[in-house]
């Protein structure tokens, strides 16, 4: 079964400093595979996704995440963490029919 | 475009009691979906559907039903509410294919007293 685990339920960094998140999946067939963001009492708003077209994909705000097959991983990044960036990230990968999701990581941000 | 719209936004309940969460959404999506949120579990399918008269169990369906008798409405229906219930549940819907986007409701808040 197709399914995607985050490495890291929190992370924090210093404004200005690097953004990594991680997410490994697991698949018998090549993945679709999905970020998400979620900000305080709010729903969840598309990142970035990968469709098999390109390896390196670009978002919305600066991230991006690159496509391993060989580590089975899909880790978002960001150069430089802005204050607004302090959010919940969700990694998933798309299923017959619907989506599985990871557990989430909340990103903390300090100035 | 609204895009996904869940009502109500926060509701209390006693135990036993039954309520109905409401979600619509205007982009004509065949596929609609329920989760529930919980802290350190991610999103959790409840029941989805893939077209207005079809629905089907998703991974925690127990104690919820649904139904879509239209393409832009499904709602979401707990029949005798129960304190593990207390969650937040999102609405979400996408287009068919396996690489478009999920669209998200706001969610509703609800706690099960």
């Known amino acids: 079964a197709q399914s995607v685990t985050q490495l890291g339920s929190h992370v924090s960094v210093s404004e200005g400093a690097l953004v990594l998140l991680r997410c490994n999946y697991s698949?018998?067939?090549?993945?679709?595979l999905f970020w998400y963001v979620q900000y305080p009492n709010q729903g969840l708003q598309l990142l970035l996704k990968?469709?098999?077209?390109?390896?390196l994909v670009k978002g919305i705000n600066g991230f991006e995440a690159e496509f391993k097959k060989s580590e089975t991983s899909f880790h978002l990044t960001k150069p430089s963490a802005h204050m607004s960036d302090a959010a919940e990230y969700f990694c998933?990968?798309?299923?017959?029919?619907?989506?599985?999701f990871g557990a989430g990581t909340r990103l903390t941000v300090k100035p | 475009n609204a895009g996904v719209t869940q009502t109500p936004k926060f509701q209390v309940l006693k135990t036993g009691q039954s309520m109905t969460l409401q979600c619509a959404q205007d982009?004509?999506?065949?596929?609609m979906s329920w989760y529930r949120q919980d802290p350190g579990m991610g999103l959790r399918l409840i029941h989805y559907?893939?077209?207005?008269?079809?629905?089907d169990q998703g991974e925690v369906p127990n104690g919820y039903n649904v139904s879509r008798s239209t393409t832009e409405d499904f709602p979401l229906r707990l029949l005798s509410a129960a304190p593990s219930q207390t969650s937040v549940y999102f609405c979400?819907?996408?287009?068919?294919?396996?690489?478009?986007?999920?669209?998200f409701g706001p969610g509703t808040r609800l706690t099960v007293l």
């Open positions: 979400a819907s996408r287009s068919s294919g396996s690489t478009d986007t999920q669209y």
């Open positions: 998933a990968v798309s299923v017959p029919r619907d989506m599985r």
């Open positions: 559907s893939v077209g207005a008269g079809i629905t």
């Open positions: 698949s018998s067939v090549p993945p679709y």
């Open positions: 982009m004509n999506h065949e596929y």
């Open positions: 990968y469709t098999s077209a390109a390896t």
